[in-house]
Each structure stands twice: as C-alpha cells, then as structure tokens.
C-alpha cells in the first residue's frame, strides 16, 4: 500500500494505465464522488468500479505527470493523457485533483481537460 498521497496517486496512474483495477479500487474510500465536466458524479466505489471496468471511454493509454503538488489532504496533478478513445487515438491535457479522508484513501477526485468530454 502506498505510504504518502503522493505515492497513492503515482500508484494511480501506474495502475490505471496498467488496467491493474485491484489495485486502483484498492485507493479509493468506499464513499467516493468522482466529478468530471459534462458527466454525472461517480458516488460509491461500486459505481467507479462500474465506470472503469465497463464504462470507460479511454483505453492502451499512458498518463504523464508534469507537475504534482501535494498539500495536506489534497494532491493536484497536470499532465497529458495519450491513448484510445473508441477507434481513436487521442491527446489531451488534464488536471485531477485528489482529495484524501483520514485513513489514506480518496474520498473526492475532481478531473478537469482541455477538451469538453472524456
């Protein structure tokens, strides 16, 4: 398990990009609301299983990290996503930020991109 928010949220990205879902579910409180512009809330770790396993737009990507900021409960992130997006391949830029509870686990993720939907 991860020691620091910060090493839960490089392991999120690993994970994700690996399709490693055990270990992505593992990060995230059972109560979890994930927003994302243009799309209903996520509100429960079964419903973001839901999305990632069966849902999710994205696929054969890779994540970037090009800068992380980590203050008290709340890690911020800006990067790039590349990858697959139906049949196609796409590049976007992002900025997810991730809020954790007292336990080590994310409660709230908010992910923001320079395109209008993912």
């Known amino acids: 398990m991860p020691q620091t928010n910060e090493d839960a949220v490089r392991t999120y990205y690993t994970a994700i990009d690996a399709e490693e879902h055990d270990t992505v579910f593992s990060l995230f409180d059972e109560n979890i609301v994930y927003e994302r512009p243009g ?5 429960s770790k079964d419903a973001l299983k839901e999305f990632y396993i069966n849902q999710r737009p994205l696929s054969n990507g890779a994540h970037e990290i090009s800068s992380l900021i980590n203050e008290g409960e709340t890690v911020a992130v800006r ?5 697959i997006q139906g049949d196609t391949e796409v590049s976007f830029g992002f900025a997810d930020f991730f809020v954790f509870n007292e336990t080590g686990l994310i409660k709230r993720r908010y992910t923001y991109t ?3 939907t993912v």
């Open 39 to 43: 799309q209903e809330n996520i509100r």
């Open 79 to 83: 990067g790039t996503f590349s990858g």
């Open 114 to 116: 320079d395109r209008d």
